[in-house]
Every structure is written in structure tokens, then in C-alpha cells.
């Protein structure tokens, strides 16, 4: 079974329009998923770091919704750039990105 250093998961959830909790895929969550996905393998991670996409993680509201695991972090992430950011701090370096965090 693999074992990853960092697994990252991605709201991709889709619900009606309309829905007063709103989704993360409405909110990007496509582009953020696929920016994890290909910065991930550009930087030679594939194997010991991986990032799925994910049904409801009941944060709608804040969405884009990304959780690191095993650390547990939680974030809302609007942009492309800004999972760029979570993979170079976090990811890579081992820092948490603050301003990014869900509070």
C-alpha cells in the first residue's frame, strides 16, 4: 500500500444552482485540482505526494476547499496561484500558508 508524505484533498463537489450552500466547483475547484495535479508532477512529487478530488467536505460556504493530510490544515484556496503558493510553502517547505487557512 503507498504511503504518501502529504495527501491533498480537493472539493470538486458540484449541487443545483441555486443551492443556498453554493459548491466548490462553481467557485473553481476544477482549476484548483488540476493545478495541484500538474504542479505536483512538474516538481517530480508523483508518487510521495498526491492530489484527489473530493466529494462535500461540508465547507461550501468558504469555498474552494483543500485539506492537507496528515497535518490536518484546512484551507480555502480562490486561485490557481494560490495552490502554487500552498505547494511551495506547505508542500515543499513545510510551512502552513496562514492567510490561506480556514479559520
Known amino acids: 500500500m503507498p504511503h504518501y508524505e502529504r495527501h491533498v ?7 443545483d444552482p441555486g443551492n ?8 473553481g475547484a476544477e482549476a484548483i485540482r488540476e493545478t495541484f495535479k ?3 508532477a512538474a516538481r517530480g512529487l508523483k508518487g510521495k505526494m498526491r492530489a484527489n ?13 483543500v485539506v492537507v493530510y496528515p497535518e ?6 480562490p486561485t490557481p ?8 510553502s506547505h508542500l515543499v517547505g513545510g510551512v502552513p500558508v496562514e492567510r490561506l487557512r480556514m479559520k
Not at 466529494?55 to 460556504?61: I, M, V
Open 81 to 88: 496561484e494560490d495552490a502554487v503558493e500552498i505547494i511551495e
Open 38 to 40: 500538474k504542479e505536483l
Open 9 to 15: 484533498f480537493i472539493c470538486t463537489n458540484r449541487r
Open 20 to 27: 443556498p450552500k453554493g459548491c466548490c466547483a462553481e467557485k
Open 72 to 77: 490536518q490544515i484546512w484551507y480555502t484556496v
Open 53 to 65: 478530488a473530493a466529494g462535500c467536505l461540508d465547507q461550501c460556504a468558504l469555498g474552494p476547499t
